[in-house]
């Protein structure tokens, strides 16, 4: 299945993009979506503790199983105001 | 008046969508760039603002709900900017129009805590020597 994924501010800079489209096997899950997206980006995959999941425009856990069409995004500690 | 925009921040325009006969306070909050980040004495030169747009607009729908949940009968504005900020100019707005200033006390400062604490905005400063930092806010700080 494909989802959408966004990301923001550091994450944005350490995975080098704004938004792509990611291809899963059915049923995974936003953590198994952070995995592939971080593989191999060790400054990323050090943030996983920070980082807060979307999907679909609400927070969720990383447990949070998706679907086709589904948009993630990747939200780093928050700074606004 | 709930907004995302790169636009300098109008507080009569917040003021005047929360204006209500029916209220006799209107409570205005801007946070503005300062200079230095705490902890860290390099001087700022501007600040760059990100957002996940349509997240932070039902947020800040939410953020306005919560409060009249908590504080009763209200109007609320809240304005973020993005892109980039000068040095001193506002970076959120937020007015809150009550039929008492205790809840517009309150409802103001409800608001720009909890858009501190979650919304999805990011801010990146840029320093005089050129360098650049992305910031977080302190949970249950002040900053």
Redesign the interface.
Known sequence: MRVRV?A???L?ELLGFGERELELAPRATLDDAWHALTAGVPDATRLHASTRF?RN?V?SDGTTTLGEGDEI?L??????? | MIAVSPDPIDLQALIAAVGDPAHGAICTFLGTTRMTSPGDDRAVRALDYEAYAAMVIADFEAIAAEARERFGPLAIAIVHRIGRVALGEASVGVAVGAPHRVAAFDACEFAIDTLKARTPIWKREEYADGGTAWIANTPGGST
């Open positions: 966004l923001f501010a550091r944005r979307a425009g927070v995004a939200l780093p500690p928050v700074g606004g105001g």
